[in-house]
């Protein structure tokens, strides 16, 4: 089986002090075949991820790795883009000259305030409207190749609001996942939850897998969305399991944004 680790962050990251040469060395340890960096990313100057990531040193430390690493470990360029549905012009124009093999698209932001404080007193029900229709509109307008921790608002709202039931918003998430593979963009599993004590399971969850699957989707990436060298790849054997479980074939790559899929073989 080939194992891929799409979703993991550096010290390229505001919020990340993991060296990339460390995460590599770690992931080769750990049998991974293939990872991608997808370093945070935004042009909205209120938002906290504007302003730190250096492309120049971010390629630099790209290149780096590939030549130390050739043969041992795939290392893809990749990035996460912050609400990418808005400042679209801006967007393109600064990532128009980049060599990217990957973009994920997330939403941890509504109306520039954070996830954490937009819940504010609002009902449950409100709070994963909110989100779920603001996904809805990344998924329809944004220029990204994979949705990343679709049900993330999940992640903060847990401990004060609860988890969201799937029967309650099966029209958006319907919505939301029909709009992703019209566009053919795809989800990933996202197993940052798993080892979070308050979270205890994946973004997203098993039904929405399911659902996507059911409704035409192929292509998921496996990410473990670290921000740390030690969880490379953490819970990616839960991952693939869960991909088959939902009638997955295949688990998917990118080179220059030109998807690959590898067979599922657990």
């Not at 921790?149 to 998430?173: T, V």
């Not at 053919?184 to 973004?203: D, R």
Request: charged share 30%; aromatic share 10%.
């Amino acid at each position: 089986m080939y194992l891929t680790e799409y979703h993991h962050h550096t010290d390229n990251s505001f919020d990340s002090k993991a060296r990339m040469e460390d995460v590599c060395a770690e992931a080769v340890k750990r049998g991974i075949d293939e990872i991608c960096f997808t370093e945070h990313f935004s042009v909205n100057p209120n938002l906290p991820t504007y302003g730190h990531l250096d492309f120049e040193q971010y390629f630099s430390q790209i290149h780096h790795v590939q030549d130390k690493y050739r043969g041992r470990l795939v290392i893809k360029a990749g990035i996460e883009l912050c609400e990418p549905h808005l400042m679209k012009d801006e967007y393109k124009q600064a990532l128009q000259e980049l060599e990217l093999d990957f973009i994920l698209g997330s939403v941890h932001n509504i109306d520039e305030i954070k996830l954490r404080k937009y819940m504010g007193d609002k009902k449950p029900f409100e709070v994963y409207h909110d989100y779920f229709t603001e996904v809805y509109k990344l998924v329809s307008e944004a220029d990204i190749d994979v949705i990343a921790h679709l049900d993330l608002m999940k992640r903060y709202a847990m401990e004060s609001k609860g988890n969201y039931q799937f029967d309650d918003f099966n029209e958006i998430l319907e919505a939301i996942l029909r709009k992703a593979v019209e566009r053919g963009i795809g989800i990933e599993i996202n197993t940052s939850g798993i080892s979070n004590m308050k979270v205890n399971e994946p973004f997203p969850t098993q039904s929405i897998l399911k659902l996507y699957k059911s409704l035409g989707g192929e292509i998921l990436t496996i990410g473990s969305d670290s921000h740390r060298v030690e969880t490379v790849g953490s819970n990616l054997d839960e991952a693939l399991k869960m991909a088959k479980a939902a009638g997955f074939r295949y688990i998917h790559t990118f080179k220059k944004r030109k998807v690959h899929g590898w067979p599922l073989q657990i």
